[in-house]
Structures are given as C-alpha cells and as structure tokens.
C-alpha cells in the first residue's frame, strides 16, 4: 500500500484496516439500521451507502435492518418505503431483511443473563424519581433503593413484568453500572420497560420492551455486525453499548464508530418538518420533488450514481458541517450530462413564421441526441414555416451584446437554417405575438455553407408538430433569506418554490418518453417524467436542475 493511498482513506477505513491487521475480525459486516418511523433522507442515504460502500470495499457484508424496538410511531408503509429507497440506492443487502422486533426473545433472554450475573435489577422508582435520583452533569447520583434486591427476586419481578402483572411505567429492569459516572447514560440505564402497545410486527405478544441502548449492541452481536456506524450523538452512548456486549460475552463483540451526519444547507431534513408539510397539504406527499427524502429525490430525477458521486465528495468526518445543495446539482449534471438525450423545448412560447418557406412544405433535418456524446446516435427533427421559439430568444429593443433575434438581425435556428428577422406583429395589450423571418436555404445544416457567420443560436419547434407537455419548475422550498426553521417550529417557506408551466412545447421525438425518463431541455435544465402525474396522453416533466450554476468543486 502506497502513502497516498492511506491518505485518501477516511478514518473509518483506517479503524477497519487495523482491527484486520490485528486479526480482530477476519470479514467485516455492516449494517443500516432505520427505524421505520419516516420516509428516509439524503443523510439516511448518505449512511447507506457508507455501510454498503464500506461492506464492498473490504469484500463483507452489508445487513439491512429495522429497529423496530418502539412500537408507538411505526408502520408498515415506512418498512415498504425504506426498502424501496435502499433497493433503489443500489444497496444490496445480504440475505432476508431483518427486524429487530425477531430478536425481542434473545433481548429476553439477555436480560435474565445480567440478572443472573447480578448486573441488573427491577426498579420500582417512579419516572420522577428515576430523574431525581439520577444526578446532573456537575454531581453524581444516588443509588435506587431497589438496587440491592437479591437475584432471586429480580428474575421473578421480570418475569412478572413480561407476564402483565404491572402496571405501563410501574417497574422497569435497570443495568447495574455506576450512579456515580461522570458519564451519565452510566448511571443505571433503564434497559427495560413495561408498555402496553401493540407492535407491527409482534402485535401484542409483548408487553415490556427493551429501550434502544440496550436493544442495540445485541442486534448488532447477534448478526455478528463487526463495525456499527451511527452518527455523532451516539458518541456518549458507545461506553454504555461496550458494557452491554462485554457483560453478555459475545466472543466476537461489536464495535460502534460515530460519524458526523450529513447537513445541506436550506433544507429541511427533519422528519416532524416533513410530516408537518405532508399533514398540512403545503406538498404533495412525502416524496414532494421538492423535498430531500430519497423517494423526492428519485421523483425529481436524481439518479443512485449521482448521490453516489455526492457522498464520496462529502466525504466521512468526525465533526458536523454543512454541504452547499448546489453541490448535489453539480452531481446530478455531471451524470445526465453525457446521458440525458437532448430536445428542443419551449416553455414561453411565442410564434415565428418563416415567411420565403412554402406553407406545406415538411423537411427532416439530421440532429444528434446528445452532443456530447455520439454514441446515442442521431435523429431526424421535423421542420416546417411555423415554428414556437421561446419568449426571451426576440427583443424589439434589445441591449447591448443581445444576439439573438431582433429587427434586422440573424440567427441560426438550431440544426435547421439562418433566419433574419423582418417585422412581428403585437397585440392590443402591446405583447409580441408573431415575429416574421426569412429564411436563406443556404445555409442548411451540414450542407457545407461557409458564407457569413452569426453569433446566436436558439431552439425552435415546429408548430405542427410540437408535443403540448407540463412542465414545473422548482425554487427551493425554504426562504433562505430568512433561515429554515424558526423558534415555534414552523418553516420559513418560498412562495414561489413551484411555477407550474402549461404551454411547455416540445419536438416530437419526446413522445417516447416514459414515467421516470431523464432529458436535458436545450439551453434550459434537465427535466424528469413525473412518475405520479404523467400520462401516456399528456406528459409532466420535472426540472431536475437548471444548467447554469456558479458552482465550482471545493478544491481538496
Ligand atoms: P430520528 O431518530 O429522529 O427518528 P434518524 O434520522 O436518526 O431519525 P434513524 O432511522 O434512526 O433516523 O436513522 C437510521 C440511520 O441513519 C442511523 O444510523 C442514523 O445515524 C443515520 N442517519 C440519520 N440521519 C443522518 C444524517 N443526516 N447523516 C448521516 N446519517 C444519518
Ligand atoms: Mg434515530
């Protein structure tokens, strides 16, 4: 191994090349470890594909798992869509999917073990007086007067509290470790409680739970996870996860490595944000393009590679930091760059009449799919004497260094011909409606013509034949003069986050589209067929990103 490959490893590489180096493990595993409470994000995709991608690298294993430990916000449409998402990110998972929900007879079987060992207790405290008794960051707390109960009866009050004889919140089961830690999930952590709540899985079989510090680390030994990732909150936990594996004598115990989570600046990531938009009405659903969660991403038209590519620019850390979202549109350009196929489209039409072109006059003139890239070959783009060309392309007085249409002036219609503006007609509120051209059959595409040259170039659709598409176009969601999220915790929203474009026209090669499709409109963006609102009979296209951006990659 070379120096600069060991530079361009993150710090969870160099953990996993030392515990192989030091024969700690022969073969790592990972794993994803969602609780099904919420459709996933970008940061939930961000671990994904840390786990998998760590898993690939180092030829292991990846697991997908649901936490599904607290029954009270889970649902089986948040299984389906996590799955959904995961499948899609190209995330293979090995084997059957698990729950953790299977393992609530070995999390049992655990806890009697500590009892047994004399490391765990039942605690009839109240709530209240669990906070009480426990302390503060400045001093330690004070010992349970349950803690000394004797091992005989522990195992009979919790088996008990499994059979329904308590109360919700009368007893729970405590981990005897230290009250007096400077590290307070230390101090006897309740690891079990009783709760009267039907799961989605295990319906009402159970009626105490285990609590997720515990459930955790046993999920992960039991899958013989080696390296668990969680994010930077976790970080006070991990002495708490250790404990729980060493008291229970895994022999190839796992390990918890924290990393920053993934932020994006002005946007919201939150799942009570989210829900809060969905409940309300302001989106369309979860998956809203104009939300982050992966089902949005993949409506707008972003592709696996490209948060692929985004990831590994991000890159792993130890500390929490914001990425610029402009940052995932440079990713989503530079993939559909040399894939997306090209079209001309118009989305604020205005007409232009050729006015030397015979009026029943149809010519297929030669254009490439995508310049940039040859290998998608070449297609015939219907011409005619009445074209759509978009509002902007013609000025009646226009400025300095505005090269495209006005009185007088010439422009190359794209893979078609030269045409010079004569004159253009208004309407009574002073709105151009028609302009009128010439043409020069000379100076036809690919025929040679080496005559004069012309300094703009725009896109044109042939009235006849154009294709009546939607077309919606996107602002981010959040104001970002004024921040995402304020102190009562509403959200600061754009009102102009979706113009919706009716009269969107488009050359008749798109009529091949399909839902989930991906083309660049000349000279404007990359578009999407929605995959919810677009049909057969009428198209809807979502702006993916526009193609201009200030954007320049960080250097490294
Ligand atoms: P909450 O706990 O608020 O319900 P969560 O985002 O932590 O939400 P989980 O389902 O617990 O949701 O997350 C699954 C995994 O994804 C966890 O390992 C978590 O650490 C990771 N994760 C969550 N958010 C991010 C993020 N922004 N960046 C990277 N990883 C994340
Ligand atoms: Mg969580």
Redesign the pocket.
């Known amino acids: 191994m070379d120096n600069k490959e060991v530079i361009m490893k993150n710090f969870i590489e160099r953990i996993i090349d030392k515990d192989l180096e030091q024969g700690k493990y022969t073969k790592i595993a990972t794993r994803?470890?969602?609780?099904?409470?919420?459709y996933?994000?970008?940061?939930?995709?961000?671990?994904?594909l840390?786990?998998y991608g760590l898993a690939q690298k180092y030829n292991g294993t990846f697991n997908l798992r649901f936490?599904d430990t607290n029954p009270t916000?889970e649902k089986t449409e948040f299984v389906d869509s996590?799955v959904a998402d995961v499948e899609w990110l190209g995330a293979h998972y090995d084997g059957e999917i698990r729950f953790a929900s299977h393992y609530f007879h070995d999390m049992y079987e655990a806890a009697v073990k500590l009892i047994k060992k004399g490391k765990a207790y039942v605690c009839d405290l109240t709530p209240e007086q669990i906070r009480e008794y426990r302390g503060t960051l400045t001093e330690p707390g004070k010992n349970s007067p349950y803690r000394d109960r004797s091992i005989k009866e522990n195992l009979d009050l919790f088996e008990r509290m499994k059979n329904g004889e308590f109360e919700d919140g009368a007893k729970v089961l405590r981990a005897k470790i230290d009250m007096s830690s400077p590290n307070i999930n230390m101090r006897d952590p309740i690891i079990y409680r009783v709760a009267r709540m039907t799961h989605h899985n295990t319906g009402d079989e159970w009626c105490i739970y285990p609590m997720y510090d515990f459930a955790h680390p046993i999920e992960d030994a039991i899958e013989n996870i080696t390296h668990s990732?969680?994010?930077l909150?976790?970080e006070d936990h991990r002495p708490l996860y250790d404990w729980v594996v060493q008291e229970l004598e895994y022999v190839h115990p796992p390990k918890q490595i924290e990393?920053?989570?993934?932020?994006l600046t002005n946007v919201i990531?939150?799942?009570?944000y989210i829900k809060r938009l969905v409940d309300q009405g302001i989106v369309d659903g979860w998956d809203d393009p104009r939300l982050v969660t992966i089902a949005a991403l993949r409506r707008r038209g972003f592709t696996p590679e490209s948060l692929k590519t985004f990831m590994e620019l991000v890159g792993v850390a130890k500390s929490n930091s914001s990425v610029d979202y402009a940052m995932l549109e440079y990713c989503i350009r530079d993939d559909l760059k040399p894939k997306a196929p090209r079209v001309m489209a118009v989305l604020d039409p205005i007409k232009l009449v050729i006015d030397n072109y015979p009026e029943d006059k149809v010519e297929y003139l030669d254009a490439q799919v995508n310049m940039e890239n040859p290998e998608l070959g070449v297609k015939q783009v219907p011409f005619a004497r009445e074209l759509w060309i978009d509002r902007d392309d013609f000025m009646e007085e226009p400025p300095k260094k505005y090269f495209r249409l006005f009185p007088g002036n010439e422009v190359r219609l794209m893979n078609a011909y030269f045409v010079k503006c004569v004159s253009y007609e208004k309407d009574e509120t002073g709105k151009v409606t028609v302009v009128h051209c010439t043409y020069d059959p000379e100076t036809k595409n690919g025929t040679g013509f080496t005559g004069r040259k012309v300094k703009g170039t725009i896109h044109w659709v042939p009235v006849k034949f154009a294709v009546k598409v939607t077309a919606r176009l996107y602002e981010n969601l959040v104001d970002e003069e004024k921040g995402v999220y304020n102190e009562d915790g509403t959200v600061n929203l754009n009102p102009n986050s979706l113009t919706i474009v009716e009269d969107c026209y488009i050359e008749p090669a798109i009529k091949e589209a399909k839902p989930g499709d991906s083309f660049q409109f000349v000279r404007n963006g990359y578009f999407c067929v929605d995959t919810k609102d677009s049909t057969e009979e009428h198209l809807v296209f979502n702006r993916i990103v526009s193609l201009k951006s200030s954007f320049k990659l960080p250097k490294k």
């Open positions: 994803f470890p969602p609780e099904p409470n919420g996933l994000h970008i940061g939930h995709a961000k671990s994904i840390l786990n936490d916000k996590i990732i969680c994010t909150e976790f990393f920053a989570k993934l932020y990531t939150g799942k009570r």
